[in-house]
């Protein structure tokens, strides 16, 4: 069975190697995104009483909930990732697996962070949805696998440059693409677009062969290591901050609240007098 989905070495296998990046990018982008999506509004109200009363400030309780749950999150995506490079055949080495693994966490987690953007901004379940969904679209749209950018309009083209699951995409090729692999090319044909037959073949010891770094260019994917990376993780750190920001003017009169009630001393103790009543009732109704 495993035979039946292995990719080989030879031309035509470049392409579908190219669409399990898209499927892995695609994975781990829609479903920490749209687990996300309503992260907040569950929470809502009873946030909004414990930072009223100061139970907590407004960062611990972000930083609760998007950094410690973190590693328990990233069971899946470990085993879905183990599982998908072994099965596929990918690449034969352990070294770019690990790399790819580690690129699989960072797209969960710049992914994960602008579900909780979304779900910051307040706009409740059927508008986030949209949102989201609005997202998605522009992402694969945009990702130069169904369409080809030297396709696109000149005018359009600058659109590419701000979708992050592009930069995903290509950084997942990059890594299991190397300029070192080589793949034979065949009179067999191609993957995907035909008029990329033979595009980039050369010939090497009296074998035709068609390199990592050919076989990239003959898809377009020529963004660099750097620059991946750094739209990456510049695009993480962003959604993080604006999450936190959102949060803050949401939750603005509660943390207004709290800071009050910490600088006025007898705020605490009419406080407790105020819950008590409902603490003897739910005690004598046990």
């Known amino acids: 069975v495993l035979h039946r989905v292995q990719l080989g070495n030879d031309e035509a296998d470049v392409y579908p190697r190219w669409g399990v990046c898209m499927w892995t990018a695609g994975t781990w982008m829609f479903f920490p995104m749209f687990g996300n999506i309503g992260l907040f509004d569950s929470v809502r109200p009873i946030l909004q009483k414990e930072l009223g009363v100061g139970c907590y400030s407004l960062l611990a309780f972000y930083l609760s909930r998007t950094v410690l749950v973190l590693p328990l999150e990233l069971v899946w995506p470990t085993v879905w990732t183990f599982g998908l490079y072994w099965m596929t055949n990918l690449n034969d080495s352990f070294g770019v697996y690990i790399v790819l693994q580690l690129l699989v966490y960072l797209t969960f987690a710049l992914f994960s962070g602008l579900g909780m953007m979304i779900s910051a901004t307040g706009l409740g379940g059927s508008k986030a949805s949209t949102l989201a969904l609005l997202t998605i679209t522009y992402f694969f749209a945009w990702s130069g696998f169904f369409v080809s950018f030297d396709q696109v309009p000149s005018y359009l083209s600058w659109a590419r440059h701000g979708n992050s ?15 070192s692999l080589e793949f034979e090319c065949s009179s067999a044909g191609t993957a995907g677009d035909l008029s990329k037959v033979g595009e980039g073949c050369r010939e090497v010891d009296g074998r035709l062969v068609l390199t990592g770094k050919a076989a990239r260019e003959r898809h377009g994917i020529d963004t660099s290591v750097e620059l991946c990376l750094g739209v ?53 109704a046990v």
Do not use: W
């Not at 699951?165 to 300029?179: E, G």
């Open 165 to 179: 699951f592009m930069y995903c995409v290509q950084l997942l090729m990059r890594t299991i693409l190397p300029d």
């Open 232 to 284: 990456i993780v510049g695009s993480l750190v962003v959604v993080r901050l604006l999450t936190y920001v959102l949060l803050s003017r949401s939750f603005k009169v509660a943390v207004k609240g709290a800071v009050v009630k910490a600088a006025d001393p007898t705020a605490k103790a009419r406080a407790a007098e105020a819950t008590a009543p409902a603490a003897d009732s739910a005690e004598n």
